[in-house]
């Protein structure tokens, strides 16, 4: 673990041990932080909430939202619930790998796009829905899927990028 990431596991650990159940707090703090948690951190973790090493693990890998390796530049959340599969999930998913030859729980090869399966976002009204950056869309097809990923796209030329960042301070991604 970089010198920095460990600053920033041990900062979480010191800061939020002693809440009750502490191990989800620290673990949402160090994502925000460097947006996964690095899985050397689980060591230092188990020995900070005087856990075993297979209870973080644990926790880590059940819960769907914790990553172990640093997202791209931008994540995509796609629903996979049934209203939205009814209303062209399932497309949206395929249109992705085509474009970007990625599947669920996969980045791009140029590091600009995470995608990652949700299932529900409360939207099914408007299906299909996504999150891309934590923002909401709902009615989504390949046209306005693509609309999105340009406009972020976009964003990272204007920063003076190369797909590589977009300069709008996300956590973990941009730079």
Do not use: W
């Not at 996504?130 to 972020?152: A, I, N, Q, Y």
Request: with cysteine; aromatic share 4%; net charge negative.
């Amino acid at each position: 673990m970089a010198p920095a990431q460990r600053e920033i596991v041990d900062r979480a650990i010191a800061r939020l041990r002693d809440l009750p159940g502490a191990l989800l707090p620290i673990l949402h703090e160090i994502q925000d932080q460097l947006g996964f948690v690095p899985p050397a951190a689980t060591e230092s973790l188990a020995k900070g909430l005087n856990l075993s090493q297979a209870e973080v693990h644990g926790v880590i890998t059940f819960y769907h939202d914790f990553r172990t390796a640093p997202p791209g530049n931008h994540v995509l959340k796609l629903c996979r619930a049934e209203a939205c599969q009814a209303m062209g999930s399932e497309r949206l998913e395929a249109h992705l790998r085509e474009r970007f030859g990625i599947g669920m729980n996969e980045t791009s090869a140029d590091g600009r796009v995470t995608l990652e399966p949700v299932y529900c976002l409360g939207n099914c009204a408007l299906s299909p829905s996504m999150l891309l950056d934590g923002e909401l869309h709902g009615r989504v097809s390949e046209r306005r899927l693509d609309t999105l990923l340009d406009g972020v796209g976009a964003k990272t030329q204007a920063a003076g990028g190369d797909g590589g960042g977009c300069g709008c301070g996300k956590q973990g991604g941009c730079s």
